[in-house]
């Protein structure tokens, strides 16, 4: 049997890795500062990390949610803790689409209403109801289209107005935008997007799939606004690479018996992950030296002239360079053996984990300028 070829890959085969650093098979080594999509949050192979899934695995691995899960719970209680959300309450799934999905689904069961805003430039996942949120034709098949969703500009007020009705049931917005190339909703837009959700009766959803779980110095990146919206997602940082999502739920929203289910999540092992990345979180820090090491690349990578515009947030970075310059992702791996992210054609993206030091900041920033001359 074949693999199903839908993935475009680098002839790389990665075998070992520690930190914010990778090792191929040849004994090569990288520096990640992509972290497989956003996933790796706390470094490859952290200590704690394996300590706890190690010692879980040797107790119990799996067993289906219709038992109680004490990890569950103190998950929950972390995560609120941590985030800034303790009265919130958790449905633990199995990835960002899947969270997604989710909400989707509880924004539609309160309102009692199907159509849904979304954003140009999205991305919220590739199963149905997420995908079709998703602003690339490309990928939303005809029987993904069939849901009803409109997509206005980011930041148009306007817009938001003339879409925005009785008839909504949820508008979901990223924190950051990231497969659409580290774009920012403004902070006065997100409140005034509150505002008007509660005014009409619709549901904000803020996916923090991406810009979530401390990767822009806070907690999520709405946290900068002021705002609560009812529905968080989130995902790719929760376990440092071990398959989870979930939506933080409004304390006001009442759960009934079989309104979501899903049989693999928040399964023992899917917890101890979660829990350990937490632990490290809170133990190093991680949320201060991503604000600082992003604010330091931030503040070096305006300086570069050949630069279009550097967009972000922490340790989520966005550098727009002029389509002469789409070949540098590809040139920082194979001339430099550094790991990036792209929004094609021509912006590279940074999401490393946020453990990552000022000298592999600085290590990057001397690769692109020799990319750049």
């Known amino acids: 049997m074949n693999l199903f070829d839908v993935y475009p890959l680098f002839d790389i085969t990665p075998v070992r890795a520690e930190g914010s650093w990778l090792w191929d098979d040849k004994g090569n080594k990288y520096l990640d500062l992509y972290g497989g999509h956003a996933v790796i949050s706390i470094g490859h192979s952290h200590p704690h990390y394996i300590k706890r899934l190690t010692e879980q695995l040797?107790?119990?691995?799996?067993?289906?949610?219709?038992?109680?899960?004490?990890l569950q719970e103190e998950f929950a209680e972390k995560l609120g803790d941590l985030s800034g959300y303790p009265d919130y309450q958790l449905f633990l799934c199995n990835s960002g689409a899947e969270a997604n999905e989710n909400a989707l689904k509880i924004a539609s069961f309160l309102t009692g209403r199907k159509k849904i805003i979304a954003f140009e430039r999205s991305f919220h996942g590739r199963t149905s109801g997420a995908v079709a949120a998703t602003d690339n034709a490309k990928i939303v098949s005809p029987f993904n289209a069939g849901h009803a969703v409109s997509f206005i500009p980011m930041n148009d007020r306007q817009a938001l107005d003339a879409a925005l009705g009785n008839d909504v049931a949820a508008v979901i917005i990223e924190g950051i935008q990231g497969v659409g190339g580290i774009r920012l909703p403004d902070d006065d837009f997100l409140q005034y997007l509150e505002q008007r959700c509660a005014a009409v009766g619709a549901m904000l959803i803020l996916d923090e799939i991406q810009s979530g779980y401390g990767r822009t110095g806070k907690f999520f990146s709405h946290q900068y606004t002021g705002?609560?919206?009812?529905?968080i997602t989130t995902a790719k940082g929760m376990a440092n690479g071990f398959p989870i999502g979930g939506v933080l739920i409004h304390p006001d929203v009442k759960a009934w018996s079989g309104m979501l289910g899903t049989t693999f999540g928040g399964n023992y092992l899917a917890a101890a992950a979660g829990l350990a990345v937490l632990e490290v979180m809170a133990e190093e820090d991680l949320m201060t030296n991503a604000m600082n090491i992003g604010n330091y690349l931030l503040e070096k990578l305006k300086s570069f002239s050949i630069v279009n515009e550097v967009r972000g947030r922490g340790l989520m970075i966005g550098i727009d360079l002029p389509e002469s310059h789409k070949q540098v992702r590809s040139n920082l791996l194979h001339h430099h053996r550094i790991f990036t992210g792209e929004s094609k054609p021509n912006v590279v993206r940074l999401l490393p984990s946020l453990a990552m030091t000022r000298e592999q900041a600085d290590m990057f920033l001397t690769a692109l300028s020799e990319e750049l001359k």
């Open 58 to 70: 040797n107790r119990i691995g799996y067993y289906s949610n219709s038992v109680r899960n004490p």
């Open 227 to 231: 705002i609560r919206p009812p529905l």
